[in-house]
Nanobody, 122 residues
Framework: QVQLVESGGGLVQPGGSLRLSCTAS????????MGWYRQAPGKQRELVAV???????KTADSVKGRFTISRDNAKNTVYLQMNSLKPEDTAVYYC????????????????WGQGTQVTVSS
């Protein structure tokens, strides 16, 4: 079992920045990729960015150039630096962990965090 705990959400004005953190515990040896997904009201959950244990990344076109995913393997933590935030970035952001035996690292794995709300509004 893997537990994921997120932090760092909140209310920010358009153009502002936030950094989300997600720390994994439990069977961390089984984790390959870690990523962030988001779900806005009335919309499906979508990939924001994902990073493997050796640093390969995939980022959604809608956030490229504004969001950066990074990972500290020693701390079992993944970060999402969000700059130039827009109202359309408002959503609940979920951390996700992909297991090493998964067919694809850029598809969501079985473990999810509880979610953290990000609201971009003036």
């Amino acid at each position: 079992q893997v537990q994921l705990v997120e932090s760092g959400g909140g209310l920010v004005q358009p153009g502002g920045s936030l950094r989300l953190s997600c720390t994994a515990s439990g069977s961390i040896f089984s984790i390959d990729a870690m990523g962030w997904y988001r779900q806005a009201p009335g919309k499906q959950r979508e990939l924001v960015a994902v990073i493997t244990s050796y640093g390969s990344t995939k980022t959604a076109d809608s956030v490229k150039g504004r969001f950066t995913i990074s990972r500290d393997n020693a701390k079992n933590t993944v970060y999402l630096q969000m700059n130039s935030l827009k109202p359309e970035d408002t959503a609940v952001y979920y951390c996700n962990a992909v297991l090493r035996n998964s067919r694809r690292w850029d598809e969501p794995g079985p473990y999810w965090g509880q979610g953290t709300q990000v609201t971009v509004s003036s």
